[in-house]
């Protein structure tokens, strides 16, 4: 129970920054279409597919577009981000125990399998495009919390841990599949080099090493290099790298407890200065307080800390523009009936609601979980609709599956429209549904 307020603080404020990154991507999503709709659709083009950026060292060639290295760099970030994420939420989150996790686990594991099988279902007769598969099976997390948190307290703290939990959950069903299915030729020599040097991280990590430079470092040039030229794509070490970074404090709670109030009595009793100036004295006293501070905290909470907001209003709005970036030329009723846009219509508005809403029903008949407090089916409802919004991850997706660049745009099309019907039908229907929720 110590910790509990703590814990609420960090999820309250984890939630918060996903919903505003969400109102940023939408933003961005809407900047890019009309950008790429526009008399100046050349420039978009040219800026993020014809630009060419990067190095050539020997042998090593690391040029590329930008649209390549936001997929391929910036992405791995965020993946990374994901990793730390996912770490977190295992050790000491709402995935800590079977308990908390079999709920939102399960949930995930419906709104993957079925819009999976919905697409494969309306692509039965067209297995050119059955490579789409991956598509309808992500949730969009930044997009979904942003609009639930439109609904403002009326929500109750415990839909939007569930819908966060879900997602976190769907993430990692999303880079296994990414890793596994969405993975063409492999230099299997690269792989084992990526493997090594992940191996020196996870030893550094027993080791007790704790700077995050080093991570960093060895990540970029061993693990995140490797992978660029794999085969296996990139960001995929972003996660594994996630996985190896520190989850221990270096002192316990009550060891900080205790050196902390010496150093605060030590602070009380130093003289102070005659102007705004610290005296030397209490600048020492400052600086220990601040290596107790770093001592006290883990590597991978502080991390996760400081790269969130990075993702949340940098990366994702930028990942938006450059990929949200559909030219349609009035074929938009064309592009929404064709198959690939059906299937994954039907996949992330029906799939999602269905898969989630069925798993969370069977592990609450099984026993095995129950409803968070505060919470009703009319809710879960409502967030397994919003789990239909695939946005960011559907594209990805998109970009992997499809090597054809019409295939990509159509399937764009429909992640759009999926996403639109999903969180339009969500967002009325929790309204409805919340209505009389006092929180």
Known sequence: ?????????????????????????????????????????????????????????????????????INDGLMALFFFTIGLEIKREIMGGELSSIKKASMPIAAAIGGMLIPAAFYALVLANYPEYLDGWGIPMATDIAFALGLLALLGKRVNINLKIFLTALAIADDLGAVMV?????????????????????????????????????????????????????????????????????ARTKISENEYVKRLSKCLDKFDKVPASDNSLLTKDQAHVISDIGELNDKAQTPLQKLEHALHPITAFFILPVFALSNAGVHIEGRVIEMLLHPISLGIIAGLVLGKFLGISLLSHLTV????????????????????????????????????AFVDEEFKQIAKVGIMAASLVSATVGMIWLSVGTKKSAI
């Not at 991507?25 to 630009?51: D, G, K, R, V």
């Not at 993975?183 to 792989?191: G, M, W």
């Not at 080791?207 to 960093?216: C, M, P």
């Not at 089916?377 to 946005?391: D, E």
């Open 178 to 246: 990414i890793a596994i299915f969405y993975t063409d030729t492999i230099n299997y020599s690269e792989l084992l080099s990526a493997a090594f040097f992940i191996g020196v991280l996870l030893i550094a990590n027993f080791a007790g090493v704790r700077r995050t430079s080093f991570y960093a470092i060895v990540g970029f040039i061993g693990v995140w290099m490797a992978f660029v030229f794999s085969g296996v794509h990139a960001t995929i070490a972003g996660v594994l790298i996630a996985l190896t970074i520190p």
């Open 365 to 400: 008949w099984l026993k095995i979980a129950s409803l968070p407090e505060g919470i009703s089916w009319k809710q879960i409802y409502g967030v397994s609709f919003l789990a239909g919004i695939g946005f960011t991850m559907s594209m990805f997706i998109s970009d992997l």
């Open 1 to 69: 129970m110590k910790n509990k307020p703590v814990n609420t603080f960090r999820i309250s404020r984890f939630i918060s920054e996903e919903a505003y990154g969400g109102i940023i991507l939408i933003f961005a999503t809407i900047a890019a279409l009309i950008w790429a709709n526009s008399s100046y659709y050349e420039s978009y083009h040219q800026l993020w597919h014809e630009l060419k950026v990067g190095f050539v060292w020997g042998e090593i060639n690391m040029v590329g577009s930008l649209h390549h290295w």
